[in-house]
């Protein structure tokens, strides 16, 4: 069974800093690019950020770039966010997403198979 659990999530002060985990289990996704996307209160799921494989191509939207950074550990499984100068505009329940099969389309949630429960991310002002 495949599982994606994320962690780090909670409350923070704007300008404040948070790093996401989230360890993949049932299977390694090594081998494949894997992003975070967020969703707020009535809006759409969209995207964050994603990594290549090996770490040597990340991808950020506009709204986080510059300020977030993905990061991997195949070794453990597991994929990161760290989150610095955080601002209301962040606050959302944050997800991390794998795929089955190789995609350019990263930043397009119809590219991922297996997603998180979420983690609650929010920052007052």
């Known amino acids: 069974q495949v599982q994606l659990v994320e962690s780090g999530g909670g409350l923070v002060q704007a300008g404040g800093s948070l790093r996401l985990s989230c360890a993949a289990s049932?299977?390694?996704?090594?081998?494949?690019?894997m992003g975070w996307f967020r969703q707020a209160p009535g809006k759409e799921r969209e995207f964050v950020a994603a990594?290549?494989?090996?770490?040597?191509?990340?991808y950020y939207a506009d709204s986080v770039k510059g300020r977030f950074t993905i990061s991997r550990d195949n070794a453990k499984n597991t994929l990161y966010l760290q989150m610095n100068s955080l601002k209301p505009e962040d606050t959302a329940v944050y997800y991390c997403?794998?795929?089955?099969?190789?995609?350019?389309?990263?930043?397009?949630?119809?590219?991922?198979?297996?997603w998180g429960q979420g983690t609650q991310v929010t920052v007052s002002s």
């Open positions: 997403a794998a795929p089955t099969r190789y995609s350019g389309s990263y930043y397009s949630s119809s590219a991922y198979t297996y």
């Open positions: 049932g299977r390694t996704f090594s081998s494949y690019t």
């Open positions: 990594i290549s494989w090996n770490g040597g191509g990340t």
